[in-house]
């Protein structure tokens, strides 16, 4: 019998283990992540904000595998492709005759100092619990200090998670200062930002669409902002590109990191060809190095030919290229040719806060309260298609704006 292993149960493997188990054949799957369940990672910032507890956005892996899989709890520490093997924290080793790797993404700090010591990372269901927590402390630092540092809120980064972070921080405003015992105007949100212009994926007039929308939810954006470092309750800035530009601080007992992200860290140590943990891959979803291995999500690169660059790590690409992968396992392992990938983006909306968002389906522009009813429809149907129908129930989530 075969043995597929597929290394992460996020957006991409997850899918691809879901496709796979439907398919019938002399093989058998082993599934292996570190956590026992599957985490909505487009909606760690509701959990961040508080908004919602971690329940209404996880849900166990067990709960959505057949009998064909065996779920393993570890962490991967190393693929050994010469080998066929893969190291887990645990010292375990696994072997494959086909290996899917989908290890998702880590934060980027681009190398600047202080950012992982001293800034709250946002990348799994742990640390975006932990600046749930860290804001109630905070505000409660408050109420003994009088420090108006404890009531700044400061994101480095105005990317999509920035803003939409931003949005549901605005959203539990109300709630922070009544925990703080002052008028929710005290509570300052900053997004710090090295661009000029946020939101590169729309058009001028989209964009600022966005711009004022953030600004009207009381949320100050500075832009050109560049950050060098990150001090103990600090953001250090300059605002000219010049070598000799001064440099500039602002304060802020909370603060956020989210200027992007990178490939799981797994990638460098596998020795695969990656630059910041991606791997450009075949058009059949391979590493062009071994045919036994596939790399879809965040850890892979598919160059998109119209722009000759790759196109954005998503949800929306990640699942596909799960749905993907198990197609060509099926191929592979039955000796037929393998079928390319092709992607084509449905669209992209960012929510700011809970009944706001913005963005494009196909090429129409959606604004406001009908674009937040379209992003809440896009996140239950990737719930669908991740849990099954059952999920979505479970979550109650019918019910879009509770
Ligand atoms: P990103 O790269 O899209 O944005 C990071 C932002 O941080 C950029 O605006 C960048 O200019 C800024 N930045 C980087 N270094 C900086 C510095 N030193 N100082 C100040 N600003 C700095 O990253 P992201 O927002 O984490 O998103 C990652 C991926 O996930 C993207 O592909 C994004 O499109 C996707 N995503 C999609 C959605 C959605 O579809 N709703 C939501 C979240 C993320």
Known sequence: MQEVLVLGAGYAGLKAVRSLQKHSGDFHITLVDRNKYHYEATELHEVAAGSHSKDKIIFPVADVISDKVTFIQDEVVQVIPEKNSVVLKSDRTLTY???????????????????????????????????????????????????????????????????????????????????????????????????????????????????????????????????????????????????AAPLQSISAETIVWTTGVSGSAVMTESGFNERRGRVVVNADLRDPNHDNVYIIGDVSAFMDSQTNRPFPTTAQIATRMGAHVATNIVHQLKGEALEDFTYKALGTVASIGNTNALGLVGKAKVKGYPASFVKKNIVNKSLVEMGGLKELLAKGRFDLYH
Do not use: W
Not at 144 to 170: M, Q, S
Not at 184 to 199: F, P, S
Not at 209 to 228: E, H, P
């Open 97 to 243: 005759d086909i290996v899917v790797v989908s290890l998702g993404f880590r934060s980027e700090t681009f190398g600047i100092k202080g950012a992982l010591e001293n800034a709250l990372q946002m990348v799994d269901i742990d640390t975006a619990e932990h600046i749930h927590h860290h804001i109630v402390n905070m505000m409660a630092k408050y109420r003994e200090t009088k420090d108006k540092n404890y009531l700044r809120i400061l994101i480095c980064g105005a990317g999509f998670t920035g803003v939409e972070l931003a949005g549901a921080f605005a959203d539990e405003r109300k709630r922070y200062a009544e925990l703080a015992g002052v008028s929710e105007n005290d509570i300052e949100i900053v997004c710090v930002e090295a661009a000029k212009r946020i939101l590169p994926m729309f058009d001028d007039k989209l964009a600022q669409y966005g711009v004022d929308l953030i600004k009207k939810r009381g949320i100050t954006l500075m832009l050109g902002s560049m950050i060098k470092e990150i001090k103990p309750g600090e953001v250090v800035y300059v605002t000219s590109q010049e070598d």
